[in-house]
């Protein structure tokens, strides 16, 4: 098997407001620069190199991605683009801050919104701006393909054929990867792979700009994984509650 690391993209604008961004095309703030600098230096230090690299088609990912791979002087590995790799579509909250959602859904609904595996924020209609189906970036996508809502479920059905089609094949034979995404597409990714439950899923924090490295076995599954530098301090309640209500 070849090596998966797996980056979610530094702070976006709209990550720094506290907003649900979802599908909506934001680039990075100034932080999410930095983080993106500072993702390519943790990886030289560990000598990691790619020949691949995989990230959605939002600014937010490519970006990131970009200032990696031009960080590390990869700039000549190859980039694939692929929307099956995008956040999650939150649907109506997306551009709402969490505050502005949990004051008109109530606070408990609205993490019941962000934190189980299959419950739907509420939908837009196909005549709003932010439905992607108006987006010329979307346009050779099927109406099927493009949601007006998703759940973390739907989010994971949608990126799994990615994986199993473009991604899972390169890396059995060998090829090293570069997978720059979001908070809910790798979650997702690592609950399929991980085969947990909805409790073991509401467990992972993909933090921004914190490369993870996975571990597979010799038939491909995969056994671990983990951050080159963050640790995780799970018994910091106030990092767990924050982590619950940042989009």
Not at 208 to 215: F, Q, R
Request: charged content about 25%.
């Amino acid at each position: 098997m070849g090596t998966l690391v797996l980056l979610r993209h530094g702070e976006s604008l709209w990550n720094r407001e506290k907003r649900f961004t979802g599908w909506t095309d934001i680039g990075l703030s100034k932080k999410g620069v930095s983080e993106a600098q500072m993702a390519a230096q943790i990886l030289q230090d560990k000598r990691m190199m790619f020949d691949l690299c995989f990230t959605s088609v939002l600014r937010r990912a490519h970006e990131t991605a970009a200032i990696v791979l031009k960080t590390m002087n990869l700039s000549s590995v190859p980039v694939r683009k692929d929307w099956r790799l995008n956040e999650r579509h939150y649907g109506a909250l997306q551009g709402m801050t969490w505050w502005e959602a949990s004051t008109r859904f109530g606070a408990k609904q609205v993490l019941i919104w962000q934190r189980h595996f299959s419950a739907v924020p509420p939908s837009l209609s196909p005549q709003d701006p932010r439905f992607p189906g108006l987006d010329p970036l979307y346009s050779k996508l099927t109406p099927q393909d493009l949601p007006l809502t998703e759940s973390l479920q739907d989010t994971q059905h949608r990126l799994i054929p990615c994986w199993e089609e473009e991604i899972a094949p390169a890396l059995k034979v060998g090829k090293r990867i570069l997978l720059v995404a979001h908070n809910n597409s790798i979650r997702s990714l690592l609950q399929f792979l991980l085969h947990l439950d909805e409790a073991g899923i509401q467990q992972i924090t993909i933090r921004t700009g914190e490369p993870l490295v996975c571990k597979f076995d010799a038939k491909g599954n995969l056994i671990s994984y983990s951050y080159i530098r963050w640790k995780p301090k799970l018994k910091d309640c106030t990092q767990k509650l924050l982590n619950y209500c940042l989009p």
